[in-house]
């Protein structure tokens, strides 16, 4: 029963970051609003970088998510491991700018963790 439960999890989150990837692609929050469902937290660390969200976007979690993205031209992102699990690089100019990984399912994801800190994300 547990592995069978896994088995769904892990499935479920797979298709989460493939549909939350294509919908950030577009630059369009409610696209990305939509993947996530109702109730998501994003959580940044941008560590100094000044990516500092205004209440208005904290309070709409897809907006949130695709201002610290930034907009989508010439920006690639690509689902790759994470910890061993499914994640989303954002990348411009060949350099990452941020790891994006959620958890959940499509139309009910929980929480949404982005590291946008350029000390973090040298190793990407």
């Known amino acids: 029963m547990r592995e ?30 939509r993947v996530l469902g109702p109730g998501v937290r994003v959580v940044v660390d941008a560590g100094g970088t000044g990516l500092r969200a205004s209440p208005a976007l904290t309070a709409d979690p897809a907006a949130h998510l695709v201002v610290v993205l930034g907009r989508p031209d010439g920006r690639e992102l690509a689902v790759r491991s994470v910890n061993g699990a499914p994640g989303i690089v954002a ?9 994006v990984v959620a958890s959940g399912r499509v139309g009910a994801a929980a929480v949404v963790w982005v590291v946008a800190n350029p000390d973090k994300l040298r190793e990407w």
């Open 91 to 99: 990348r411009r100019d060949g350099t990452a700018t941020a790891v």
């Open 4 to 33: 069978r439960r896994r088995r769904r999890e892990r499935r479920d989150h797979a298709r989460l970051t493939a549909a939350l990837c294509e919908a950030l692609g577009t630059g369009d929050a409610c696209a990305v609003a």
